[in-house]
């Protein structure tokens, strides 16, 4: 059964700071996704990335696929309070049915 | 168009009495997940309905779980004679294939005292 670590579990600093986290997959991705979740709603997609070296932006947030592809990182430049919530990747597995599975999340608070 | 809307948004019962979660997935989406999430952790897969195949259940944490789409639209998710360590957000999702991207509900979250 594949398993997402992320990590760190928990980040809070200072708005303007720069922050990574990083998800870890014990086998190799298939289509690696990073959602964001704000309190009380459902996480919500940012990016997929597939391709083993693959950086993509999304304006502060840069997204890094590793080159064997069981690794990932986000970085977010200028970190704002809007960026403050829990960072989630998933993978999607087809071992038996296509599924979605997601890896611990990182808890990120951005303060004022 | 609208999203995936869930229903009720919060829900608080007694241990032991059965409830039913509600998801209306985005018209048109042939895929659709349960999972929940405790105390603002991760997702933990429940139940995947994809088309008119048989849903994958494997991963229901006890026979106490079960859940129906009917016409391949609106789903149910049943958890009878609850337990305390039931209490969690229960989030749906759904996706236009299998393998496209998830639009999540904002979930019900279930408290059971």
């Known amino acids: 059964t594949q398993l997402l670590e992320q990590s760190p579990q928990f980040l809070s600093i200072q708005e303007g700071e720069n922050l990574t986290v990083y998800c870890n997959s014990s086998?190799?991705?298939?289509?690696l996704q990073w959602y964001r979740q704000e309190p009380g709603e459902g996480p919500v997609l940012l990016v997929t990335?597939?391709?083993?070296?693959e950086v993509k932006k999304l304006k502060r947030l840069t997204f890094q696929f590793g080159d064997a592809r069981k690794d990932s990182s986000l970085h977010i430049t200028a970190a704002q309070t809007g960026d403050t919530g829990l960072y989630l990747c998933?993978?999607?597995?087809?071992?038996?049915?296509?599924?979605?599975?997601f890896g611990t999340g990182t808890r990120l608070k951005v303060l004022a | 168009g609208a999203g995936v809307s869930q229903s009720p948004s919060n829900k608080v019962t007694e241990k032991g009495k059965d409830v039913e979660l509600r998801c209306d997935p985005i018209?048109?989406?042939?895929?659709l997940y349960w999972y929940r999430q405790s105390l603002g952790q991760g997702l933990e897969f429940l139940i995947y309905?994809?088309?008119?195949?048989?849903?994958?259940k494997s991963g229901l944490p006890s026979d106490r779980f079960s859940a129906e789409r009917t016409g391949g639209s609106v789903s149910t998710l049943t958890i009878q004679r609850t337990q305390q360590e039931d209490s969690a957000v229960y989030l749906c999702?759904?996706?236009?294939?299998?393998?496209?991207?998830?639009?999540f509900g904002n979930g019900t979250r279930l408290t059971v005292t």
């Open positions: 999702a759904s996706s236009f294939t299998g393998n496209s991207p998830l639009h």
């Open positions: 086998s190799v991705f298939s289509s």
């Open positions: 990335v597939v391709t083993g070296g």
């Open positions: 998933a993978d999607l597995t087809t071992s038996g049915t296509y599924k979605y599975i």
């Open positions: 018209s048109g989406h042939t895929a």
């Open positions: 309905f994809q088309g008119n195949s048989a849903p994958d």
